[in-house]
């Protein structure tokens, strides 16, 4: 997630400076190269947490729920939802394109314009899902802190433990 969101400054730079004012590129070609670039490296980096990501959002739920009301933060919930939204929609992204790439001619191969092109279309298809992740992803790592931080369900508080000493003369 860290490298998404460098991977997305690195955008916000590269378009502001090669832009008009009304947002428009200065040289449509290598505008929508860089934005190939941005799109594949953004991939490249939710690769590392592709696998696990359901468990993190099921683990993230699950802490969020046990979390005391005042520790929790209004935004969490809504963040959880756009990241599981956009992981539903980033898997059904990845089977259309392990559909597209086997329906692909043999002789396309990494390299070649017809997978390259492919797979661009197919990285130009997840990168707001992707997006998605690099913005709230964040909230991942926040509910963890705040649950590792929240007294323990499980282990008396302080204030209701019995005292050893009177404890002991009982």
Same mark, same amino acid.
């Not at 046990?66 to 933060?73: D, E, F, G």
């Given at each position: 997630?860290? #490298?998404?969101?460098?991977?997305? *400054?690195?955008? *916000? +730079?590269?378009? #502001?400076?090669?832009?008009?004012?009304?947002? !428009?590129?200065?040289?449509?070609? +290598?505008?929508?190269?860089?934005?190939?670039?941005? &799109?594949? &490296?953004?991939?490249?980096?939710?690769?590392?947490?592709?696998?696990?990501?359901?468990?993190?959002?099921?683990?993230?739920?699950?802490?969020?729920?046990?979390?005391?009301?005042?520790?929790?933060?209004?935004? !969490?919930?809504?963040?959880?939802?756009?990241?599981? #939204? @956009? =992981?539903? $929609?980033?898997?059904?992204?990845?089977?259309?394109?392990?559909?597209?790439?086997?329906?692909?001619?043999?002789?396309?191969?990494?390299?070649?314009?017809?997978? *390259? &092109? @492919?797979?661009?279309?197919?990285?130009?298809?997840? !990168?707001?899902?992707? #997006?998605? !992740?690099?913005?709230?992803?964040?909230? =991942? $790592?926040?509910?963890?802190?705040?649950?590792?931080? +929240?007294?323990?369900?499980?282990?008396?508080?302080?204030?209701?433990?019995? &005292?050893?000493?009177?404890? @002991?003369?009982?």
């Amino acid at each position: 997630m860290r #490298d998404s969101k460098k991977i997305l *400054d690195a955008w *916000d +730079a590269y378009s #502001d400076e090669h832009t008009d004012l009304d947002g !428009w590129p200065h040289d449509d070609h +290598a505008y929508g190269v860089r934005a190939s670039q941005r &799109d594949a &490296d953004t991939a490249e980096a939710f690769e590392t947490l592709r696998y696990g990501a359901r468990h993190l959002l099921a683990t993230a739920e699950t802490q969020l729920a046990h979390l005391p009301a005042n520790t929790v933060q209004s935004r !969490w919930v809504y963040q959880l939802g756009v990241l599981r #939204d @956009a =992981l539903d $929609r980033l898997e059904e992204l990845h089977q259309q394109w392990l559909a597209t790439r086997d329906a692909l001619p043999i002789t396309a191969k990494p390299g070649t314009p017809d997978f *390259d &092109d @492919a797979l661009a279309e197919h990285h130009a298809e997840s !990168w707001s899902y992707l #997006d998605d !992740w690099a913005t709230h992803g964040k909230a =991942l $790592r926040e509910i963890n802190t705040a649950a590792r931080k +929240a007294p323990s369900q499980l282990a008396p508080t302080p204030a209701l433990a019995p &005292d050893r000493r009177t404890a @002991a003369r009982k």
